[in-house]
């Protein structure tokens, strides 16, 4: 009576409720196990056989459903082919970092060896090594993030060329990226933002080298048969001259696109080296506003923010 029921159950929910009442905690074959204590070894021997046919019938008949209701949903769930694929939605290098690998990959042709740093600094490698008096408007509380210790986050990737003259000394022509911070907000500046600094000190390194370069890594980054530079006097404390780079773009208007000049004899004896022997150049720019010039981008707050869309409409 019992197999005939299991063969005919249509759907998984009956078999689940047959054996239920089968083998369940009130089940008519559980009953008939917790007697068997009374019964004579034949009768245990037949019960148990016959316990184990029925969860072995159960079972199968489990496995004959599942396999019936797979196949009904592969059924009913056929593949049109023809149908054109739904398109593909991938991924893609964000313009900050792609600007980064091209700046790294320019300079590194150039024969510059990247350096790395800190960021939070100490007051020598942040200031004062850099020739930058105490009086100075750069060591304010409002250009300045100052943490209890007396150290700071670092404003400039410069610290970074203390460094790599303390360890390594002269001959040496390197670039360091990284983050910088300062307190400023607004659509071209951030209290975060990146910085490349480049340094080539030697016994015979002149402006008009640093001038090369220049001219040869804008045409190289922006893609460019001729640049047109514009130099101005300006003023930095670890640079003597200190010269403003300007960049004609697009034929039209002067951009101002980076702070350089000779390092600062003071800065070379800082760092253990005789400035009658060596002197040599440094430059310093933001890589996010060259990669807002590149990709014609209007707000530097855009690129930090994260918004996939954006990058989307912007055709990365």
């Known amino acids: 009576m019992l197999k005939e029921q299991i063969e005919k159950t249509k759907t998984l929910n009956e078999l689940q409720e047959l054996y239920t009442n089968t083998f369940g905690k009130n089940g ?33 008949r489990q496995s004959e459903l599942e396999n019936e209701a797979l196949n009904a949903a592969l059924a009913g769930e056929k593949l049109d082919v023809s149908l054109n694929a739904e398109p593909e939605n991938r991924g893609t290098i964000h313009p900050l970092t792609q600007s980064l690998s091209e700046i790294s990959a320019i300079l590194e042709s150039f024969g510059y060896r990247r350096y790395t740093g800190p960021e939070i600094e100490d007051d020598w490698h942040n200031f ?44 040496i022509k390197m670039f360091a990226i990284g983050s910088t911070y300062r307190r400023e907000m607004d659509a071209t500046h ?64 002067w951009l101002e696109m980076m702070g350089a000049g000779m390092v600062h004899p003071n800065v070379l004896r800082n760092c253990g080296i005789d400035p009658n022997e060596y002197q040599g150049f440094a430059f310093g720019f933001g890589w996010d506003r060259l990669a807002m010039l590149k990709y014609n981008l209007p707000d530097l707050r855009d690129l930090y923010g994260n918004d996939v869309r954006w990058l989307k409409s912007c055709g990365f």
Not at 32 to 44: I, S, V, W, Y
């Open 190 to 253: 951030g209290p975060m933002f990146g910085q490349i600094e480049g340094l080539y000190i030697d016994k015979n390194v002149t402006l008009a080298d640093l001038i090369g370069d220049i001219r040869a890594f804008f045409k190289k980054f922006f893609k460019l048969d001729n640049v047109e530079l514009r130099i101005r006097p300006s003023y930095f404390p670890f640079t003597d001259p200190s010269i403003e780079v300007d960049m004609k773009w697009n034929g039209e208007r």
């Open 28 to 60: 008519t074959m559980t009953v008939r196990l917790k007697e068997m204590k009374n019964l004579n070894n034949d009768a245990r021997t037949e019960l148990n056989r016959e316990n184990t046919e029925l969860r072995e019938l159960f079972r199968n």
């Open 128 to 171: 004062t090594a850099l020739n930058t008096p105490s009086y100075h408007p750069a060591r304010d509380m409002q250009d300045t993030f100052f943490l209890l210790n007396g150290n700071v986050l670092r404003t400039q990737t410069s610290a970074i060329q203390i460094r790599a003259m303390e360890s390594d000394g002269v001959p």
